[in-house]
């Protein structure tokens, strides 16, 4: 059975960094692409940023560029999210999921940061708090 566990939120200031991880079982990470997503209840699922299946190719929301950083460590079977300089307007609930490889740069760049796209596994998320 396939499971993503994410582990790492927590309640930070204003200006503070969290590193959020999350853990696959069930499955080698390394033919799936995956990503970082948040949602506030009431709220539509946003993008964060994604990886490829190396990560050589990543992609980020404008919202976060040059604040996160999303790694990924295919011998640990995990995915990563440095998250510095922390706002409260990122308060939500983080979830990692992923999905089989597409196939082109293309499509990665277009169906990765889609919220509404069919990703194969989800985690249950963490919460991730910023107080101002």
């Known amino acids: 059975q396939v499971h993503l566990v994410e582990s790492g939120g927590g309640l930070v200031q204003t200006g503070g960094s969290l590193r959020l991880s999350c853990a696959a079982s069930?499955?080698?990470?390394?033919?799936?692409?995956m990503g970082w997503f948040r949602q506030a209840p009431g709220k539509e699922r946003e993008f964060v940023a994604a990886?490829?299946?190396?990560?050589?190719?990543?992609f980020y929301a404008d919202s976060v560029k040059g604040r996160f950083t999303i790694s990924r460590d295919n011998r640990k079977n995990s995915l990563s999210l440095q998250m510095n300089s922390l706002k409260p307007e990122d308060t939500d609930v983080y979830c990692c999921?992923?999905?089989?490889?597409?196939?082109?740069?293309?499509?990665?760049?277009?169906?990765?940061?889609?919220?509404?796209?069919?990703?194969?596994?989800w985690g249950q998320g963490t919460q991730v708090t910023v107080s101002s």
């Open positions: 069930g499955h080698a990470v390394g033919s799936y692409c």
């Open positions: 990886i490829d299946t190396i990560g050589e190719a990543t």
């Open positions: 999921a992923d999905t089989l490889d597409l196939t082109s740069d293309d499509d990665r760049r277009v169906f990765l940061p889609e919220p509404k796209y069919e990703y194969d596994y």
